[in-house]
């Protein structure tokens, strides 16, 4: 799946924050900033939504679009656009106290301010709003993580002793599930709960909703661990913010994506923001979680392959099918998978000129028939106990145009690239990214997206802090093993199609003739398998070690799902064809 | 010529800085920082240097092993390892006003300031230092300049009336001599006179020392610019700053390079620090320059043939020759050149484990003699009042081992991975840099300099503000078209060997099969010509592309370089050797 142009800072109320946006604005695009004037209202997007946002919103609405000369940022906006003495209301949990506390600057020379409001105005005007999702939390088993959450708990008391720190206060979602060994279903497919915790050298306090926590939960967790209801978190941050004692230096530690409410409760002066430790551990994935990965991706690959097979089948014989059609027939392969516990986003089933829109997701209601003569782009992925997948496909069931394959052709380059890369220790995702654009520059081509966002295992699709793109905060975050990144270039034809080839793969260790420096060098193990559409590839383009690497890949690919599809004679069939050498 | 890992701040300066710490700590590397405190003296230099200082500091001194884990900047000492409320004493003319002022911030942790001296300790106590040259300065010809110093101010009062600022403070000399047209010889290699220059909406000042200006040069600029004597530079400042007007927001623009003492004299609230708009006009070469660049580096490369042929035969017979005799036959080849005007750098000659030294030159009274079965690298450059030229080549006149052709070939794909190099404009190099390493990564090597560094024309060898490399500031300046550059990756074996080829390139604009984002996409077009040692290629390595570069790029240098060796048959035949198809 496309990395976002910005961080879902707040993955806890991402999605409310997305519900809310779509509630006032109209435009349901799963980035975006809302600014409402006494007299206008703004909608700022970036570049993957420009043509959603302008289908989307009606004439009340002025959509801003990020990124384009002369378009200011939505902080840009609220210190030079707006009058002098604005007072600017926003609501402290849906934004992040390093972001606050920029903007507050840059409002200075206009004199205006932020106003913390108690209550969302959005909340205030609507009244049919579905309540908070209160799902069961379970306990996701050592099998499967690799680590209990005692053994994380100490890794954590040991980073709050190197300062030390009196506490540590965690406000992402994801980095709450990962601590505990829990996951729930709050948010759709990211298998996290609402929650909060406290981490002090003495206790672990967490902050959830109790009707969502059974005993099954309680007996994980164990004594050690407090479950408190989720409302007395705040009030237990201010009593917190009283008991640190300013004289001995002891300060709270949170993560950088904390929110403005929580540094309020408990005082900027009594506050240490920092890359979240959590984060960086999580990113790391252990021998179990990797395995894991493996393993899923197996299995997901069959899914792959039966739905592949199915929908050539299909639109040879002339069946009318929309996008939405499909992207639920390849739901239902993937269910019956093993471990399966539901998709990991909205799958991107998309033919023609849609699969230009970068994040397009097909409306059941109003979407587009699959046209054989067009190319196909489907991203998709599954939850599963044991990891989480992402992947996209590029087909032409038809006759692809000498264009489509020049430009499917680089992209595979540049997925190659990226998938081959060797690099000491210390390289960023910043410095790589140019790798996988450079086939495409060489005609002329680019795209307006990353070329790799970081994977949760049976967590979030999108993690960070590691990433490849070509956003500077990938810059402070060096590749390390063990950590997960998808691969995926593509090119984008705005009218006409859209092309990515995405993989996800693990940081690992490279075994290299030499160690200059004594670094260490790394390399990717990929673990998405699934066929690379040979049609669209113009095989005279390709070096000899490219084209090793596709017949390699794709014996590979045989050798490793064929096993699955006993059953499936279709699959298997097509799944041979495809990967027959080039 | 390899890039320093520092910005030589302060060019005009940068020789009287080298002087000063090698007058006082005996090391006499182009890149440094010397603290005495009143018990120590400290030496901090960066991996290039680490050997060549271990032998030439005594115990007096502590060598600070600059980018080593757990040493510090030498502006990290200062805050951390000195005693609360030290006064460091600091020479405002050898620090920019930008350094400086992140100093005192790091100093506030413990109460320290800085104070800035009106004379230099070490002249105190140097008590026969050489008077500071003052050597005739001299026009260059439009027809080199491609662009009247009339035109230039042009230019640059159209960038003031922008803001608008009331004047321009040059305190680069390379922009000095660049504005005015004029060239001098006041510093080594660099063909630059000591000068300042002011330029106001209705006036340009030039500051020099009035011996050196003779009426050539008065006829040259015109009336319209007024030479004034160099000591009245700061009294002048002093009553520019008197001048400025705070009320109406009028400023005097500085470049970001300026120094401390010019902040002082004018005032910091009078003034506006930025990027110089001199450095940035310079940075692109108009057509004339680019021609100009073109042409010496068809004359330079006749005098490396001549050079090259000469030492192979020298060393197949036997002769004992060192490495500063061989780098002054280089010179005396060059010197019969059409335009040349010196060195535009001390040669490094350099045999076996020498050129492992980065930065190494040979010591004419004490270096090595060259030895047929070590690697011989060669990094060397000329003055040419039609450009300037910088050029390495690695050889070796025995019988190379499978590890030095294995470390070379890894090294030309690098710099093939560079030339060949197609990217939309915004592209830094920070951002290419990656692609000269990748193929030493892949064998577990690596280099510890940069990938290039801007060229002036008939200026300094390392010009900016553009460059290529793993420094974070040249991810501020995009590579445009005109803008030359230095593409010179390497490997360096301690001890052992040192191998890097460097060729100077052009940024021009590439005909792309697409244009996507209507950005435009550049390429590099090179110019130096000096074949590449196709014994020490492990031609198993390359691509097919990869083996037709080199074939082609021979087939170029012999075509363009072999006129000019009419009178040299000994030359000629090495070349076509050299030169024919791998």
Known sequence: MVIPSEDQHMSEYIAACDERRAYISGFNGSAGTVIVTLKDAFLFTDGRYFLQAEKQLDSNWTLMKSGLPDVP??????SKNLEKHSRIGIDPTLITAADAESLETSLKAKESHLVSLTDNLVDFIWEDRPPRPANKVFPLDVKYSGESHQDKLKRLREELNKK?????????????????????????FNPVFFAYAVVTHDNSLLFVNTSQVDDVVRTHLGDPVQIKPYDEFFPYLRGLGGEVDLSDELQVLVGDKCNLAIVEAIGRERITILRSPIADFKAIKNETEIEGFRQCHIRDGAALTRYFAWLEEQLNSGTQLNESQAADKLEEF??????????????????????????????????????????????????????????????????????????????????????????????????????????????????????????GHFLNVHEGPQGIGVRIAYNSTALK??????????????????????????????????????????????????????????????????????DAYHAEVLDKVSPLLKNDTRALAWLERECSPL
Chains 1, 2 share one sequence.
């Open 73 to 78: 940022t939505w902080q840009e906006f609220l």
């Open 164 to 188: 030390p720190y009196k506490a540590m206060v965690v406000n992402m979602l994801d980095e709450v599930a990962w601590l505990f060994n829990l996951r729930g279903s709050d948010i759709d």
């Open 334 to 455: 993937r269910s019956e998978l093993d471990l399966f516990r539901g998709l990991s986003f909205t799958t991107i089933s998309s033919t023609g000129p849609n699969g230009a829109v970068i994040h397009y997701s097909p409306d059941p209601a109003d979407c587009s028939i699959i046209q054989k003569e067009q190319i196909y782009l489907c991203d998709s992925g599954a939850q599963f106990l044991d990891g989480t997948t992402d992947v996209t496909r590029t087909w032409h069931f038809g006759n692809p145009t000498d264009e489509e394959k020049r430009a499917f052709t680089r992209v595979l380059q540049g997925h190659i690239a990226i998938d081959t890369a060797i690099f000491p220790n210390g390289t960023t995702g910043y410095i790589i990214d140019s790798w996988a654009r450079r086939p495409l520059w060489e005609d002329g081509l680019d795209y307006r997206h990353g070329t790799g966002h970081g994977v």
């Open 481 to 550: 093993s063990g950590m997960t990144v998808s691969n995926e270039p593509g090119y984008y034809a705005d009218g006409r199609f859209g092309i990515r080839i995405e993989n996800i793969v693990i940081v690992r260790d490279a075994q290299t003739p030499n160690n200059f420096g004594n670094k260490g060098y790394l390399k990717f193990e990929h673990v998405t398998l699934s066929p690379i559409h040979k049609k669209l590839i113009d095989a005279s383009l390709l070096t000899a070690a490219e084209r090793s690497w596709l």
